[in-house]
């Protein structure tokens, strides 16, 4: 990377960090309250490494061969790695041990798999339960009437430890940026506070990205995932999951 491009990542970062606490703050919330998870798909390990030292404190990571090619880069140095994208099970394997939290858990039988291997690793690995929230046949994630029952079920894996909820929504709408499904999100998550279980804490409502993040915090997010806003437009291309 040029100094100039080091730069221009460092105002984008900083950009992005103000429009969290703006938002915060018109929430009445506290902007310190609010994980900035920056979305590092399709950047190279430099790229990543600069962001951290920009102020990147979490790294999410959507690819699993991509992740491990950047951990053996030591590209997330200094930060808190987690996974984010879709995840197949005979590639859970693969992060256990690398990452704190993988929020895409999106079945009961990938939720089992994650137990599995982290019990096989004598560890116990946070996750997040996703929800398909828009109710999508084209994303993974449990429908928001199956949550419940997926809760009580992984709850009895000692080696799992719930921390929260994810979801996706459908691409955001330019004038409501996901209101409905963000604040319908939320209310799944509040209901989901009062039910005590083994194993799980609902600490975390992952939800908003670089369109729409700043509603998703004002409907109670206090996780974001973000790429576009602080790498810039991504050059997509055909890649292995």
Not at 1 to 19: C, F, H, P, W
Not at 30 to 50: C, F, G, H, T
Request: with cysteine.
């Amino acid at each position: 990377m040029t100094e100039q491009e080091k730069i221009e990542l460092q105002d984008r970062i900083q950009s992005v960090q103000e429009r969290i606490a703006r938002a915060a703050e018109r929430a009445g919330r506290d902007p310190q309250d609010i994980i900035l998870v920056a979305a590092s798909k399709m950047n190279d390990a430099e790229r990543v490494r600069a962001a951290i030292q920009a102020g990147i404190r979490v790294c999410g990571e959507n690819r699993v061969q991509e992740l491990l090619e950047k951990y053996e880069q030591n590209a997330y140095e200094g930060a808190d790695l987690q996974f984010i994208g879709t995840l197949q099970t005979n590639k859970v394997k693969y992060l256990i041990g690398k990452v704190s939290l993988i929020q895409s858990v999106g079945s009961v039988h990938l939720g089992e798999a994650i137990a599995k291997a982290a019990e096989k690793h004598g560890i116990r690995q946070d996750i997040l339960l996703e929800v398909n929230i828009g109710r999508e046949a084209a994303k993974s994630g449990l429908p928001p009437e199956e949550l419940d029952d997926a809760v009580a079920r992984l709850s009895e894996k000692k080696s799992l430890h719930i921390r929260g909820l994810m979801a996706i929504p459908p691409v955001a709408d330019e004038t409501t940026k996901n209101l409905g499904y963000f604040n319908e999100m939320h209310q799944v998550f509040v209901d989901n506070l009062t039910k005590k279980y083994d194993n799980v804490d609902m600490d975390y409502l992952s939800m908003g990205m670089t369109n729409d993040f700043e509603t998703a915090i004002a409907c109670g997010a206090n996780m974001v995932r973000i790429g576009t806003a602080i790498f810039g437009a991504r050059p997509y291309q055909i890649v292995s999951p």
